[in-house]
Every structure is written in C-alpha cells, then in structure tokens.
C-alpha cells in the first residue's frame, strides 16, 4: 500500500517540525531513509517510525485497553522479536529528508529510537513523538499543526507550571523540558509500571479532582465567568443558520440547539458558581491508573475556573458515552454513585459545591464546544453522532 500524497506531506511536517502557517516541506523519493507505518482502518497514516527500529516504541502511544488491545501488541511484539516487522506493517517508505529538525532536537534527549503518531484529523491536530532509550519510553514530544493545536500546546505547559507550583502531590504528572519552539512540547513519561483497566471512577479518581479543586476554590458571579462566556460564543456561532455542512441529523442538531438556549437562559436564576482548577480532559486516555494512584497527562484543557465537578461529569460521560456507549439512564446512575463517594461528599459540603448546577454547565460547555468543531467539519466521526444524541437526551432530562 502505497501512502498518499497527503500523508506524505504529514510525515514532512514532523521530520521538519513545521510551524503553523510556515511553508510546507516536500520529501523527495529516494534512499537515504526509511520509515515503516502503520495506518488506521480507513486507509490514512496513524503511526510511522525508523525502518531500523529494534523494538516497538509506537505502543506506547497506544492507550488502549480490552482484548483486541492486547492481542495487537502482543502481535507487534512477536512481529519485531521474528524479524518480521515488514510484513506486520502497512508499508514502507524512503525518502531524502537531508538533515531535519526533528533529528536536531532528539540529539538534545537521550534515545536510540523513536516513533510519531501522526494525531487526529481535525482543527486541533498535533502529532506525537515517543522518544525511548533501552527499549523504555522516556519523553514525548508534541507538534502543532495548526494555530488551534499551538494555543493548546502553550496552555499545557503554563498548566504543568502551575501544578509544580502548587506542589500537588495527590496525583502524577509529567515534568517538562524547557527551551522549545512555540509549536513543540516536549515532556516526561509518566507510565507506571502496573497500569490496571480505568473504566470506573473510583475514590482515587474523586480524591485527585478534591485535591485539585481545593487549591484554588472560587465563588464567582455566572454572568462574569469566562467560561459562561465561552458557552455564549459558541452558542452564538453554532445557532447561525446554514452553520453545518456535514451529517450531523439535522432534526437532532436543531432540537439540541433549542435546549442549549433554554438552558443558557435558565442560568440567569443562579447568580454564582464554585469554581476551581480542572484538567479539562479527565477521561482513561489522558491518565494511566495503577489501582492506588492517578497518572494524568494530556493538561491541554486545563483551566483555573471550571466549575467544580467539570472533571468528575467529564469522566463518566466519556467513559460511558464513548467507550461503553451506555443510554443517559445508565450513565446517570455512574453520577449518582460517584457523588455519593466521601471525596465528593466532603468537597461538596465545604466549599458549597451544587452538584446538579454543575452537570447543567458541564453539558452546556461540552455540547457546545465540541458542536462548534463539528461545524468547521465537513466529515465529522461516528463518535460525533452518538454524543450528540447523548447530549440531547441528557439536556432533555436536566432542564
């Protein structure tokens, strides 16, 4: 299988770590490197790495769980211990890439190989280098390729200073290596040793989300809150007319649109909020969970003014809607039961924390935001539509 001219492009934006709105580089056929890959079931390019690589270093970006999960990596495990790596992949590539940046900043971290992933398709896109020494991943490194992805870039690393200036110490998180380009991120690994199944949100998980609100709890007015305000822009842009131009169910789209203003508008009778830190993406594949502790990476989303809770209501829906794809009912009940858990409960009780007022900005937010990418795409995922109608049902049941 031979790879596109678009993913080939994609590999020459990681091997000269483009900037966003920097001219593209074009690889040349050709002998002087040779790159393995391996694609996603539609044909496009997920993973690449040195065609002399000993060992898998791409698995360890794939955080995955479940049989499939495990049989693929024992699969590509015994491929490279056969010497049968070529026949395991999708293809291969050469190219003359002279010399490239990607090459210029491994040479600053300790590594006898790597591998990059080459990220999601969508506005937010950046890829991912696993950087590894001794059959060990060591460090990651992110690439932006687009503004979007480069704001969120920076956001992560003002994110991991603040946790390092906080001194938390209820959860882990990766440490960072300073002096990279604005497009770049490169920070440590942080696996433990025994990673247990993370589907369940345990009282670990709720003591994290305490320790992380409570270092800095705020009261703050709704009208005045940055992130109300984020949910009136994008409720603004997502109710213009002939905003989307994909699949999206129409009749479904227009209904959820309804129920979001009704819920804004209801906002107006809760003057105030409890606030506080959050992650911004508390789901199973931004975290690693060893049974005792909590391993969180991915600070992209981070934010010192989400309502409290925003990670708790984040978690389940994710969990629930994406990977169990549970009904509404089912995923109320998970609510229910992690409310009841003492982190939660104590939470609650000191700071003044109202719960269901949460849930009602959580999907506000949530809805809105991710309908606003949606609208900037013309070809939106599976997961699309099956949140959408998730979120309709669960506004229909919160308003």
């Known amino acids: 299988m031979s790879l596109s001219p678009k993913d080939q492009s994609l590999i020459a934006d990681v091997l000269h770590l483009r900037s966003p709105g920097q001219a593209p580089v074009t690889l040349h056929d050709g002998q002087k490197e040779t790159f393995y890959y391996v694609n996603n079931p539609d044909g496009s390019i997920r993973w690449f790495f040195p065609a002399n690589a000993t060992?898998?270093?791409?698995?360890?970006?794939?955080?995955?769980?479940?049989?499939?999960?495990?049989?693929?990596?024992?699969?590509?495990?015994?491929?490279?211990?056969?010497?049968?790596?070529?026949?395991?992949?999708?293809?291969?590539?050469?190219?003359?890439?002279?010399?490239?940046?990607?090459?210029?900043?491994?040479?600053?971290?300790?590594?006898?190989?790597?591998?990059?992933?080459?990220?999601?398709?969508?506005?937010?896109?950046?890829?991912?280098?696993?950087?590894?020494?001794?059959g060990q991943i060591t460090h990651y490194l992110k690439i932006a390729h687009s503004s979007q992805a480069q704001t969120l870039i920076r956001q992560e690393q003002a994110a991991l200073d603040t946790l390092r200036q906080k001194g938390i110490q209820a959860f882990s998180f990766p440490a960072t290596v300073p002096g990279t380009a604005p497009q770049l991120l490169i920070q440590t690994h942080i696996r433990p040793q025994n990673v247990r199944a993370n589907m369940v949100f345990t009282p670990v998980h709720a003591e994290a989300i305490a320790a992380l609100t409570t270092a800095r709890p705020q009261q703050v007015r709704i009208s005045d809150s940055p992130f109300f305000q984020e949910i009136q822009s994008n409720l603004r842009f997502i109710s213009q007319p002939d905003t989307f131009h994909n699949d999206l169910d129409p009749a479904l789209l227009s209904d959820t649109l309804r129920l979001l203003q009704e819920q804004v508008f209801c906002f107006g009778s809760n003057p105030s909020f409890t606030c506080g830190p959050a992650h911004g993406d508390f789901t199973p594949w931004n975290q690693f969970f060893d049974g005792q502790r909590l391993y969180l990476y991915d600070w992209e989303l981070f934010g010192a003014q989400y309502p409290a809770l925003y990670d708790l209501f984040h978690f389940i829906y994710q969990t629930g809607g994406l990977l169990r794809r549970h009904s509404y009912p089912r995923i109320r009940e998970e609510i229910d039961r992690a409310l009841r858990l003492p982190a939660i409960q104590g939470l609650c009780a000191n700071l003044g924390i109202r719960p269901e007022l949460t849930h009602q900005l959580y999907l506000s937010h949530i809805s809105s935001y991710y309908l606003r990418i949606y609208a900037a795409e013309t070809r939106v995922l599976a997961q699309a539509h099956q949140m959408l109608r998730l979120w309709h049902q669960a506004l229909s049941e919160n308003l």
């Open 55 to 134: 060992y898998p270093a791409y698995l360890g970006l794939y955080n995955s769980g479940g049989w499939k999960a495990q049989l693929y990596r024992s699969g590509t495990q015994a491929a490279f211990g056969l010497g049968l790596v070529r026949k395991w992949v999708s293809g291969e590539w050469s190219c003359d890439p002279d010399t490239y940046a990607l090459q210029q900043v491994l040479d600053n971290v300790p590594h006898d190989t790597w591998a990059a992933f080459t990220g999601t398709a969508g506005s937010n896109r950046k890829s991912v280098v696993a950087i590894a020494k001794g």
